[in-house]
T-cell receptor
Framework: DQQVKQNSPSLSVQEGRISILNCDYT??????FLWYKKYPAEGPTFLIS?????DKNEDGRFTVFLNKSAKHLSLHIVPSQPGDSAVYFC????????????FGAGTRLFVKA | ETGVTQSPTHLIKTRGQQVTLRCSSQ?????VSWYQQALGQGPQFIFQ???????GRGNFPPRFSGLQFPNYSSELNVNALELDDSALYLC??????????????FGSGTRLTVV
């Protein structure tokens, strides 16, 4: 039951360029979408979120786009920096008899200097 | 703010045994969620506690249970351990059950190995 999918296990980009991480979901009842970043030996760190009633949210170098009709969201990082190299998880939350947050499998981003 | 701390960091148990994992939430955070992360996968939601009551549960059997205490600490208990329970267990806290703008604060996890 993979309601949140990140189909690219890894992505490599040059420093200064744009990184685009993608995520697809199947449950139309999700009301919030979040992105987390994870470094080795650490827990995930919250990065940015978007409500299902919005189509874009921006925070500094990070922008999340939501396309509800396609059930697709993406995280754009501009410009990419070597310190951005990490695993990025897409997550979605829904309230159905309690709260659930579902994570994707993650995409490993490599930013080359 | 002291963040989220989990103990122990690593643990080895034998199949059939019981285990208790502990988490100390960030001060002021009355919501705690537990996740299981197998190698190469994303965190899988086990359950969430809000003000000491379970208010959400994922697809995990009843042998996974939890407790949340008034001092912002919580426990994850797993009975009758199976080999497939080997994973990283993550605790996450937040000021409210759903965190649209701030997400959850995660601990570094407890690595459980069942042999």
């Amino acid at each position: 039951d993979q309601q949140v999918k990140q189909n690219s296990p890894s992505l490599s980009v040059q420093e200064g360029r744009i990184s685009i991480l993608n995520c697809d979901y199947t449950n139309s009842m999700f009301d919030y979408f979040l992105w987390y970043k994870k470094y080795p030996a650490e827990g995930p760190t919250f990065l940015i979120s978007i409500s299902s009633i919005k189509d874009k949210n921006e925070d500094g170098r990070f922008t999340v786009f939501l396309n509800k009709s396609a059930k697709h969201l993406s995280l754009h990082i501009v410009p990419s920096q070597p310190g951005d190299s990490a695993v990025y998880f897409c997550a979605a939350s829904v309230r159905t008899g309690g709260f659930k947050t579902i994570f994707g499998a993650g995409t490993r981003l490599f930013v080359k200097a | 703010e002291t963040g989220v701390t989990q103990s122990p960091t690593h643990l080895i148990k034998t199949r059939g045994q019981q285990v208790t994992l502990r988490c100390s939430s960030q001060s002021g955070h009355n919501t705690v969620s537990w996740y299981q992360q197998a190698l190469g996968q994303g965190p899988q939601f086990i359950f969430q506690y809000y003000r000491e009551e379970e208010n959400g549960r994922g697809n995990f059997p009843p042998r996974f249970s939890g407790l949340q205490f008034p001092n912002y600490s919580s426990e994850l208990n797993v009975n009758a351990l199976e080999l497939d329970d080997s994973a990283l267990y993550l605790c996450a806290s937040s000021p409210r059950p759903q965190g649209p703008n701030y997400g959850y604060t995660f601990g570094s996890g407890t690595r459980l190995t069942v042999v």
